[in-house]
């Protein structure tokens, strides 16, 4: 199994700035889509952004210009830059990877794994 590790998240005022990090171990062969999705209580998981192997990027429109998804390839890890936080922006982010790994007794399998989830909360 590949498992996902996130960290940074905490409490900042509106118009604060906080980065997010997730990182992925086990038996990686590659990585492809890594990303970042947010969930309220009530609510579905929404996604937020996303990043290919390649470096292509997608973003929802609430928090395009304000949000920036980066990823360090050699390290498995994705990160979340946030700036101009609002108070909507308050949710559990989770990280999510679509990656390839190496079966325990040979070959490969395709997979998804979701981290434990970080709380952003955004109160004056």
């Known amino acids: 199994q590949v498992q996902l590790v996130e960290s940074g998240g905490g409490l900042v005022q509106p118009g604060g700035s906080l980065r997010l990090s997730c990182a992925a171990s086990?038996?990686?062969?590659?990585?492809?889509?890594m990303g970042w999705y947010r969930q309220v209580p009530g609510k579905e998981r929404e996604l937020v952004a996303t990043?290919?192997?390649?470096?292509?990027?997608n973003y929802a429109n609430s928090v395009k210009g304000r949000f920036t998804i980066s990823r360090d390839n050699a390290k498995n890890t994705v990160y979340l830059q946030m700036n101009s936080l609002k108070p909507e922006d308050t949710a559990v982010y989770y990280c999510?990877?679509?990656?390839?790994?190496?079966?325990?007794?040979?070959?490969?399998?395709?997979?998804?794994?979701w981290g434990q989830g970080t709380q952003v909360t955004v109160s004056s």
């Open positions: 999510n990877a679509d990656y390839i790994r190496f079966k325990a007794f040979g070959g490969r399998r395709e997979g998804t794994s």
């Open positions: 086990g038996s990686i062969f590659s990585i492809n889509t």
């Open positions: 990043i290919t192997s390649d470096g292509s990027t």
